[in-house]
């Protein structure tokens, strides 16, 4: 009796072995490759599928996981990164240079990743790698370090058109870091230094010159507005004059007017003005330097008429 329990406890447990490997689950965004009796037979979707035990089995295949290689009997169907080591490379111009990229890519076909390459992972560092130095190679330093983008482009395009052999599609192809020498890297620095001292030469002289140009203008405009200051001036004196000898003039012919009314229509004016202005130079005379000399005029004779007629007109009057 005890015999027929343990014979049927060993055919239950047996049985769930066979049911327990006879139900596979897969999970989302991965597959297996099954093959029956060492040959292909079906590519495994997510979810449960079953299998026969012992004669189906999961092939196997080489991935990459933080820098180091391992077995696995899963493909991962998402993208992925690989981030390869810093290589040496030479450009153009026999620099040379180390650079590290990073590649994402996906398996789009695991039947190809599984049976067209053995070493998936090497394959793809020892692709990008020769690559990249034939990409670089076609470029001098300072395009290296400035056309980061058409490297990626070129690298992602060769290394998508290899790979599709392989059943994987590379979306996209990073340079992380490009490190020149280091006597290079301070000569570039130098060269900038000077570039930048340049600049600032330029910029400066530039500076000195515009405010050259504007000094100079300023000036003009002040003497361009001096000259007009002082045209206007003389202008306004001129028309001052002007005035100002037309009001005596005007006053002068009224004083005559005035004078000849005194004196009367048959008596010259004329003498009477003169004689006048001869008293009042008289007067300064007297009033100034006693040694002071006295100038007569050439026709003094008509002179001293003129002061006799005065004479007799104030008789008259």
């Known amino acids: 009796m005890e015999a027929t329990f343990i014979i049927l406890g060993v055919i239950i447990l047996l049985v769930l072995v066979l049911v327990k490997k006879s139900l596979v689950i897969i999970a989302q965004s991965e597959t297996k490759i099954v093959e029956r009796l060492g040959k292909y037979h079906a590519t495994l979707k997510p979810g449960i599928n079953v299998i ?31 981030d390869f080591d810093k290589q040496n490379v030479i450009t153009k111009d026999n620099v040379q240079t180390q650079i590290n990229a990073l590649l994402y890519f ?13 070493n998936l992972p090497n ?19 300072d395009e290296t370090l400035t056309s980061r983008d058409t490297i990626n482009t070129k690298l992602r395009a060769v290394l998508d058109d290899a790979t599709n052999k392989w059943g994987i599609k590379v979306n996209r192809v990073e340079l992380q870091d490009i490190t020149p020498p280091q006597s290079v890297l301070q000569a570039m620095e130098k060269q900038m230094q000077a570039e930048r001292n340049k600049r600032a ?42 005035q100002a ?10 004083a005559i007017d005035k004078i000849t009314e005194a004196v009367g229509r048959s008596t010259n004016p004329a003498n009477y003005l ?10 300064e005379v007297a009033s100034g330097d006693k040694t002071k ?6 026709e003094a004779t008509n002179l001293m008429g003129s002061i006799g007629g ?3 007109l104030f008789k008259e009057s």
């Not at 996906?106 to 053995?118: G, L, M, S």
């Not at 000898?245 to 012919?253: D, P, Q, S, Y």
């Open 245 to 254: 000898r037309i009001r005596r003039a005007e006053a002068e012919a009224i």
């Open 106 to 118: 996906q398996i789009v076909d695991p039947f190809k990743a599984v049976y067209e390459i053995n």
């Open 310 to 312: 005065i004479k007799d």
């Open 293 to 298: 000399t006295v100038y007569m005029p050439y």
């Open 52 to 82: 026969i035990p012992f004669v189906d089995r999961a092939k196997t295949m080489i991935t990459m996981t933080n820098g180091r290689y391992h077995y696995t009997n899963s493909i991962d169907l998402r993208e992925q990164v690989y």
């Open 201 to 242: 030469t330029i910029l400066t002289s530039e500076g000195q010159k515009a405010a050259a140009i504007l000094q100079s203008e300023g000036q003009k405009t002040a003497r361009i507005n001096q000259a007009e200051a002082d045209k206007q001036t003389e202008i306004l004196r001129a028309e001052g004059e002007a």
């Open 274 to 283: 003169i004689a006048q202005k001869y008293i009042d130079m008289l007067q």
């Open 123 to 141: 394959a793809i560092e020892k692709l990008t790698q020769t690559t990249l130095r034939n990409i670089i190679g076609e470029l001098e330093l």
